[in-house]
């Protein structure tokens, strides 16, 4: 794999690549929860159930883009954002399939979705995680993001990391 890059772009959330990154990531997050608090990985039915009734749509333009990653060429990562209020963005579906991590990909992300936040008029954005998505909080502190009082009711958020964005810089 010497010599492969990433590259980073705007996707629609409904694409074949999205939603195969999409069916990844949820199935991933779903059954680390389960194993962690049932013993046992998620239900196939309420897997479908739920990577259906979460489809992305909220990460559409004009208040939203889903940012896939791809290493090699091939869909390997995704990063989403959506706008909360006229100062501030979400950040969601942070994401690299597990073959490919540790290869740069999950910065890259982050830094194309802090873009795409600018984008839509954000001046800070947010996130939540998991406690147990160890990976993800020492990313986000890797990052600059510190964690911060709670900015929704997610029944599975229990950390939530907040980071002002610098204005784009000029290019002369």
Request: charged share 25%; no cysteine; glycine share 10%.
């Amino acid at each position: 794999m010497a010599g492969m890059t990433w590259t980073i772009a705007p996707e629609p959330y409904d694409s074949p690549a999205a939603v195969a990154l999409w069916r990844a990531y949820y199935t991933e997050v779903s059954d680390r929860w389960y194993l962690l608090h049932e013993g046992r990985r998620t239900d196939p039915e309420e897997l479908e159930r739920e990577i259906a009734a979460h489809s992305g749509a909220d990460l559409a333009p004009p208040r939203g883009q889903l940012l896939v990653g791809r290493y090699g060429g091939t869909p390997a990562g995704s990063a989403g954002v959506r706008s909360l209020d006229p100062g501030t963005a979400e950040l969601t579906r942070v994401f690299v399939l597990p073959e490919l991590r540790g290869r740069g990909g999950a910065p890259l992300l982050v830094a194309a979705a802090e873009e795409a936040a600018r984008a839509l008029g954000a001046r800070r954005i947010v996130l939540d995680t998991r406690g147990d998505l160890v990976e993800a909080r020492a990313l986000y502190a890797r990052l600059g993001y510190t964690e911060t009082a709670p900015h929704n009711t997610d029944r599975y958020a229990e950390h939530w990391f907040r980071k002002e964005l610098l204005p784009a810089r000029a290019v002369n």
